[in-house]
């Protein structure tokens, strides 16, 4: 959180350093999230990412996390 901004906006204010994320872009958290829902949902279809720029690298890198994720929940 934010202390100055958010006295100063009147609220409580959140800030993010996108370039500190293993992709420095915000669309990291978008793929995540992205990816989260449809493990969520159980839905296993493939999904296809026509970008080499920072959606490509980001959809890249969430799925090898969620794979991840779902191995371990397969083991237990």
């Not at 490509?56 to 090898?64: E, F, L, N, V, Y």
């Amino acid at each position: 959180m934010s202390e100055p901004l958010s006295a100063r906006l009147d609220c409580e204010l959140s800030v993010t350093i996108e370039t500190l994320n293993p992709i420095p872009s915000f669309k990291g958290r978008g793929t995540d999230y992205l990816l989260r829902k449809a493990h969520d949902r159980g839905d296993a279809r493939r999904l296809v990412c026509a970008s080499a720029g920072n959606w490509g690298q980001a959809m890249a890198r969430s799925d090898c996390r969620h794979a991840a994720v779902g191995r371990r929940r397969s083991a237990s």
